[in-house]
């Protein structure tokens, strides 16, 4: 600071700092100053882009949707979810204009078999809400009836409770929900349900709350708790996967664990797939008995690998069909 | 998080605005972060009154360095963190005080980087000796604000009587700038700022 003279009030910095170094040593007045970074600023720093919700939100949203969009089958869900995407920008641009608009209620029940990819949806419903700024944390709470429901009298609330608090700010993800209503008149289930249906009105601006289950056990749970219905706008049905659907999964699981199927592996996996289906209607895991059977190939591979002395790159890569064939076995 | 700078004369309304601003947003007490010029932080926790009692002066040059606060603001579903920070009053003159050059440098070093620069002006001294002064410290900050897109100005003191003739003074002056008239001390006009400030974090 010391190399600025008297005169320096004159010359012009070339440096931000130096001006405002200049400034606090006494050298220049803080107009002179302002002039100097006005002209420097103008063009080293770009003028803000202050748009709320702007094109780098978007393009966050954007991104996030085409994960969505990376799932395979769910078509209705996808179109649903990028309908309420659309719902909620468009209710924040009429805001802007005062226009009159409709309270954001975005309770949901998602209706489907296991493995049909509920808690995947609401995970990424819960993303985009948050870059949405409809949720400020937008992280998913799962918990099912052990978590909610208590041991005696009054403890059911304040598990509850406790499990609420926990996801202000984001979803709170029921699995199995029917079951809170399942034990009949004296079950603690029905505290657990009254506790919810009033956070859900106290703290509507806090949490999303989705209840997801079986579709069969979730209409009947709806229809003997008429208030319910009419809580939840959204009803969203995750229908079960076809075959090729469930094929395209098990594809889609390799690449990503840097895998790859032979085509006599995917007919492997056809067929394990068919004898998973075939043993129980209902038990049957969808995706998730996919993602079993690819890793338990995956094992199996290894250990066919393991006895060879030398492994080549597409050895390790390559599941054959005599990896798959044997998972039906192995679970009986 | 965005953070809102205050920026204007010494003894414009700056802190006052701040505090009476954390309050009207339901805050109750506020812990205050300072940061001198050789970057020592300190943080004190105040209810708005002490704050008020404390920070708030009748003399100019009450606050010498940048004074930052933390407030909350529901939108939404949600409610978002900002920073107001307020800062040293700026003025055309070279101050003989060490500390308050020093924190005039920390003021425009703010408004560099500040998400959001909130611009107040002082009603009561927009005479036109004021408009035909050859350097203006209220005209940079405004030219410096515009360029960045950023900007914000609050005419403060509106409740005082000669202020209403001013304010026409001033937005003949500087026509560009989205303009508030707001009175910090009896807080009018908040419920606008709070509108713009919303739409900005």
């Known amino acids: 600071m010391e190399r600025h003279g008297k005169q320096q009030q004159f010359i012009t910095h070339m440096d931000p700092h130096e001006v405002l170094n200049a400034v606090a040593a006494g050298h220049i007045t803080a107009v002179s100053a302002l002039q100097q970074l006005y002209d420097l600023d103008k063009t080293a720093m770009p003028p803000l882009n202050r748009e709320p919700g702007g094109d780098s939100s978007r393009q966050r949203v954007e991104d996030i949707l085409r994960e969505l969009d990376s799932l395979i089958g769910l078509t209705t869900v996808k179109q649903l979810v990028r309908e309420l995407y659309a719902f909620i920008e468009i209710q924040k641009r009429r805001q802007k204009e005062h226009l009159r608009t409709e309270p954001l209620v975005l309770h949901m029940i998602f209706k489907g078999n296991p493995g049909t990819g509920k808690t995947t949806v609401a995970r990424i419903l819960g993303k985009i809400l948050r870059e949405m700024n409809v949720l400020s944390r937008g992280h998913l709470i799962e918990v099912e009836r052990a978590d909610l429901v208590g041991e005696y009298i009054g403890h059911t609330a304040q598990k509850t409770r406790e499990q609420l608090k926990k996801a202000y700010g984001g979803i709170l993800f029921i699995d199995e929900a029917y079951s809170l209503a399942r034990g009949g008149e004296k079950d603690f289930g029905k505290e657990a349900i009254d506790c919810l249906v009033k956070a859900m009105e106290d703290h509507k601006d806090e949490f999303i709350l989705i209840l997801a289950g079986y579709q069969k056990e979730m209409e009947y749970f709806l229809q003997t708790n008429p208030g319910l219905q009419s809580r939840f706008p959204i009803h969203i049905d995750f229908p079960d996967y076809t075959e090729q659907e469930l094929l395209q999964i098990a594809e889609q699981m390799c690449v990503k664990r840097q895998y790859q199927l032979t085509p006599a592996a995917k007919q492997a996996v056809l067929t394990a797939i068919r004898a998973q289906r075939n043993l129980g209607q209902n038990n049957f895991g969808n995706a998730r008995t996919v993602r079993n059977i690819i890793e338990k190939s995956i094992r199996r591979q290894a250990v066919r690998l393991i006895a060879k002395n030398k492994t080549t790159r597409e050895d390790l890569m390559v599941i054959e069909p005599c990896d798959i064939l044997e998972v039906p076995e192995c679970v009986n | ?201």
Request: hydrophobic letters at 40%; charged letters at 25%; a positive charge.
């Open chain 2, 1 to 201: 998080m965005r953070e809102l700078v205050v920026v204007g004369r010494p003894n414009s309304g700056k802190t006052l605005f701040c505090l009476n601003f954390a309050e009207y947003l339901g805050t109750k007490t506020v812990d205050v972060t300072f940061r001198t010029f050789d970057d020592l932080l300190t943080c004190r926790h105040f209810t708005v009154a002490e704050a008020r009692r404390e920070l708030v002066s009748i003399v100019q040059h009450k606050t010498r360095c940048v004074q930052s606060l933390v407030l909350k603001m529901p939108l939404g579903k949600t409610t978002v963190n900002f920073k107001l920070t307020d800062t040293c009053g700026i003025s055309e003159t070279i101050h003989s005080s060490d500390t308050i050059r020093q924190g005039m440098a920390q003021t425009l070093s703010a408004v560099r980087f500040a998400d959001f620069v909130i611009h107040i002006i002082d009603l009561t001294i927009v005479t036109p000796e004021f408009i035909n002064a050859p350097a203006n410290i209220d005209q940079e900050i405004y030219r410096y604000g515009l360029a960045r897109r950023n900007y914000l100005l609050l005419a403060n003191k509106i409740d005082l009587p000669e202020a209403k003739n001013n304010l026409r003074r001033l937005l003949s002056f500087l026509p560009q700038a989205p303009l508030l008239p707001i009175s910090a001390l009896y807080r009018k006009g908040f419920k606008e700022v709070r509108k713009y400030v919303a739409r900005n974090i």
